[in-house]
């Protein structure tokens, strides 16, 4: 399962992409599920920026502790938990890139950073709007692909944004999206630094020596 992943920088290649002006976030190299994350949703006027903490929470609940920081691709659609969210509030997470560890159970596993050189991800979320004290908070949970071993976020192409984030957009069309192919990625080993949440600094992406390449 991918808890971790980076926004650190929006390639020029993808400028045209994103609404009007990209904000002045800070960039995050380690960002981890119950922190405040970036996301892209439809505000009904187009793309908006907006900033969700990574937790679903649905607005008819009563258990703030019990929140959700990822949805499986192949059931979210028979979920009650999530049917309205599927429906009308899809979002992306804007990413360089995001980290999954790998290593045989009872030893200390190995962080890999995986990334497309140059190109931004857009992983595939839900968001809520939660009533609170007078207020309205974000949340937002992270879609994953079925895998047979590690679960990685589920991207949507560039190409296919407007079909994912449109609340109007057919649910076969939703569907469909949800089984799209796997892009090819570049894989690199990274330092251990990353297993510390509190470790949020470029190190944390730094490459190994004898790092794979695209797979």
């Not at 399962?1 to 020029?12: D, N, T």
């Not at 994103?18 to 970036?38: D, H, K, S, Y």
């Not at 992306?92 to 290593?103: D, I, K, Q, S, T």
């Not at 974000?138 to 949507?156: D, E, G, N």
Request: overall charge positive; glycine content about 6%.
């Amino acid at each position: 399962m991918s808890g971790r992943y980076s926004f650190y920088q929006v390639p020029a290649a993808a400028q045209a992409m994103l609404p009007g002006q990209t904000p002045e976030f800070v960039p995050r190299w380690n960002i981890a599920p119950r922190q405040q994350v970036w996301m892209l949703h439809d505000s009904g006027t187009g793309r908006q920026w907006r900033q969700a903490l990574w937790g679903f929470t649905p607005h008819w609940s009563r258990d703030l502790s019990h929140v959700v920081d990822h949805a499986r691709s192949e059931t979210v659609a028979g979920q009650d938990f999530f049917a309205a969210a599927l429906a009308e509030r899809r979002a992306v997470l804007p990413a360089n890139g995001f980290f999954e560890w790998r290593g045989k159970a009872g030893t200390r596993k190995q962080p890999y950073w995986l990334s497309r050189p140059e190109k931004l991800f857009y992983m595939a979320a839900l968001w809520e709007a939660y009533p609170a004290a007078g207020r309205e908070y974000f949340s937002v949970a992270m879609l994953t692909r079925p895998a047979a071993y590690l679960r990685r976020p589920l991207l949507i192409a560039a190409e296919d944004l407007d079909v994912w984030l449109d609340p109007a957009t057919p649910r076969e069309r939703v569907l469909a999206l949800l089984a799209v192919p796997a892009p090819a990625l570049q894989e690199r080993r990274v330092s251990t630094l990353v297993n510390d949440p509190q470790q949020d600094g470029p190190e944390c992406i730094r490459v190994l020596s004898g790092s794979p390449g695209l797979r």
